[in-house]
């Protein structure tokens, strides 16, 4: 258990319409990061919150969007959803200034969309 | 910008053969973190070693072992003894230090190597 929690761990939505996975971050993490792996492939790196603050992008889509909670949480709005944006969602957390840079990372929602 | 190239998409060795991936990473970087995550069946990332970027010695954890060579940027995984529950996808990663802005990190990912170990 990476301590990292993700929601929902699947989702089954159509095109057109808007869904929010939830990340909550390790205890102490101060950073979350989003990642998309589509089928088979590495991952993507979407977005980086530090603090409650949009620290680095990636190629995140216009209709995506993110933000960092004060209490920490994360949530990634993925809107107007498209077949191709079917794929697993990943969020990690890290200490981010004084760690070792590793990141750890929650089990993934995996997100269909018909 | 950083990369991370794994060039063998797919491996296959038989239970307790000794099995190497490979990876290069492109980076004008002189101090980073090399790692290899190892993703089975259930999807979750695991964590299987760390090499610091200024540290000459090889990392090792139990069966694995790196081979880092760092004039060539390169950061090959040696798994000794291969046990069925090795099966997995194996994705090396990148992570510049310190981070140019703080709490800015990107862990930069290869495209992955799915590792079958037989029976």
């Given at each position: 258990?990476?301590?990292?929690?993700?929601?929902?761990?699947?989702?089954?939505?159509?095109?057109?319409?808007?869904?929010?996975?939830?990340?909550?971050?390790?205890?102490?993490?101060?950073?979350?990061?989003?990642?998309?792996?589509?089928?088979?492939?590495?991952?993507?790196?979407?977005?980086?919150?530090?603090?409650?603050?949009?620290?680095?992008?990636?190629?995140?889509?216009?209709?995506?969007?993110?933000?960092?909670?004060?209490?920490?949480?994360?949530?990634?709005?993925?809107?107007?959803?498209?077949?191709?944006?079917?794929?697993?969602?990943?969020?990690?957390?890290?200490?981010?200034?004084t760690g070792t840079g590793e990141l750890f990372f929650g089990e993934g929602s995996r997100l269909t969309v018909l | 910008a950083q990369t991370v190239t794994q060039s063998q998409p797919e491996m296959s060795v038989q239970e307790a053969e000794t099995v190497t991936l490979s990876c290069t990473y492109d980076t004008s970087e002189s101090n980073y973190y090399?790692?290899?995550?190892?993703?089975?069946?259930?999807?979750?990332m695991i964590l299987v070693i760390r090499q610091e970027a200024y540290k000459q010695q090889n990392?090792?954890?139990?069966?694995?072992?790196?081979?880092?060579?760092?004039?060539?940027?390169?950061?090959?995984?040696?798994?000794s003894d291969s046990q069925l529950g090795d099966t997995a996808m194996y994705f090396c990663a990148f992570i510049p230090l310190p981070p140019i802005i703080q709490g800015a990190q990107k862990l930069v990912f290869g495209q992955g190597t799915r590792l079958t170990i037989n029976p």
């Open positions: 258990d990476s301590g990292v929690t993700q929601t929902p761990k699947h989702l089954i939505t159509a095109t057109g319409q808007r869904v929010t996975l939830r990340c909550s971050p390790r205890s102490g993490d101060l950073s979350v990061y989003w990642y998309q792996q589509s089928l088979d492939q590495g991952l993507q790196f979407l977005i980086q919150y530090y603090n409650g603050e949009e620290r680095a992008k990636g190629n995140i889509l216009e209709r995506f969007s993110a933000q960092q909670f004060p209490d920490l949480h994360s949530e990634l709005n993925l809107s107007s959803l498209e077949l191709g944006d079917s794929a697993l969602y990943f969020c990690a957390s890290s200490v981010a200034i | 090399l790692f290899w995550y190892k993703q089975p069946p259930s999807r979750q990392a090792t954890e139990n069966r694995f072992s790196v081979n880092f060579q760092k004039a060539a940027k390169s950061f090959s995984l040696k798994i």
